[in-house]
Structure formats: structure tokens, C-alpha cells
């Protein structure tokens, strides 16, 4: 799977739009583009995926570049309860999903 | 919505002791799935799991580490003798078809201490 880099933390005020990064530079033509988040140890939460269209669900929205290089997820109106590390993940072959250390992702009231 | 439920929720063992740590999938799901997180670190990979074969494994899943499906709803993780360093989060996820086009679906996890 591609490897993927992310800031390690970022904040957002609370009720603004969350957009967080994940570049990808080396993602072949077959990866999907996963985000998952993590609230405080408790499991993997899905967000979202995509492959090369841009993606909304009740969640959130993917934003994923016409190169495919770079992605952007967006939490329209971030919440105190938003507060997780966000991880991007590039999901190809095989079962396994590889975790980085993803954004932390402070809402501030 | 259906969800991924393990138990227990907090597992304390002496070192050398078997555990067993369990895990209900989604009900039509058939691809199953443990990680585990070591306080402070990354979520690891340990097994997937298919038609009752294991279909990929890591490395730390060596010998000392085993999962079965043993009726239709329950999956297992057996640490056969625990060491110290098994301490971690232990994460059991599942999804409807393996492979990249569908997400996986984690349990809230089981924290499993070692002393």
C-alpha cells in the first residue's frame, strides 16, 4: 500500500469546517483512499472512502485531487465530540489495513 | 446498526497465562479481522481470517497466537502463553467481502494487561 503523510495535528474551531490533509503521492491507479478515525483508544472508527470521485456520506466529505496524489477530508461543521486522530489510509491489495500516526484533530469551543 | 461487540472489555493476566479474547462480528460479514495498539503506538495488524482459514497474517501473529471462529457468531484470539509485551489494545474488526473496496468495521476493543 502507498504510504501516506498527514500533519500530526491540527485545530478547528467549533462549527467551522474541519479540512484535514493526507498527501499520497505514490498511490497507483487501484488504491482506494480510506479515512478512519480513533476518539480517545477506543476503536477504529470508518469514515469514508473513495476512489478517484470525490465522496459524501452523513459524516463527512472526500475531496480526492484529479491526481490522485493528495486528498482532503472534510467534517463540514466540526463538534467537540470531532475530536479524534484521523488517519488516511491507502488501501490496495490484501486484507490489511496500515495505520500511520494520523492528525490529531483538536475542536475547540 | 449492527455493530462489532468484543469481550471483555479489560482482561489482567500473570505473565505465562493463556488468554482468550473474544469477539461477535456483524452478523453477514464474512471476513474477520484483529489488530492491536500498544498504548502510545500505531494500530498494528495482526490476522485476517476468511472461510475459516486464516488469509493474511503479520509478523507479531507467530505461533503463540491463534484464532478460530468456533460457531457461527463468536471469534477468537488465543495468546497462548502472554509476555509482557502483550499488553495493548487488541481490536477485532470485520467487513462483508475482503480487499480494498470495503471497510472494515472495528469492536470498541479489549485492553489486555500482562504482569
Known amino acids: 500500500d502507498a504510504k501516506t503523510t498527514q500533519p500530526p495535528s491540527m485545530d478547528c474551531a467549533e462549527g467551522r469546517a474541519a479540512n484535514l490533509p493526507c498527501n499520497h503521492s505514490t498511490i497507483s491507479g487501484n488504491e482506494y483512499v480510506y479515512w478512519y478515525r480513533q476518539i480517545h483508544s477506543q476503536g477504529p472508527q470508518y469514515i469514508i472512502h473513495?476512489?478517484?470521485n470525490n465522496e459524501t456520506n452523513e459524516m463527512a466529505s472526500l475531496i480526492i485531487t484529479e491526481d490522485r496524489k493528495s486528498s482532503t477530508l472534510i467534517l463540514p461543521h466540526a463538534t467537540l465530540r470531532d475530536t479524534a486522530v484521523y488517519y488516511c489510509?491507502?488501501?490496495?491489495?490484501?486484507?490489511?489495513?496500515?495505520f500511520g500516526g494520523g492528525t490529531r484533530l483538536m475542536v475547540k469551543p | 446498526e449492527p455493530e462489532v461487540t468484543q469481550t471483555p472489555s479489560h482482561q489482567v493476566t500473570q505473565m505465562g497465562q493463556e488468554v482468550i479474547l473474544r469477539c461477535v462480528p456483524i452478523?453477514?460479514?464474512?471476513?474477520f479481522y484483529w489488530y492491536r495498539q500498544i498504548l502510545g503506538q500505531k494500530v498494528e495488524f495482526l490476522v485476517s481470517f476468511y472461510n475459516n482459514e486464516i488469509s493474511e497474517k503479520s509478523e507479531i501473529f507467530d505461533d503463540q497466537f491463534s484464532v478460530e471462529r468456533p460457531d457461527g457468531s463468536n471469534f477468537t484470539l488465543k495468546i497462548r502463553s502472554t509476555k509482557l509485551e502483550d499488553s495493548a489494545m487488541y481490536f477485532c474488526a470485520s467487513n462483508l467481502s475482503g480487499g480494498p473496496s470495503k471497510s472494515q468495521y472495528f469492536g470498541p476493543g479489549t485492553r489486555l494487561t500482562v504482569l
Open positions: 473513495g476512489l478517484k
Open positions: 489510509i491507502v488501501h490496495n491489495a490484501g486484507n490489511m489495513l496500515t
Open positions: 452478523s453477514n460479514h464474512l471476513y
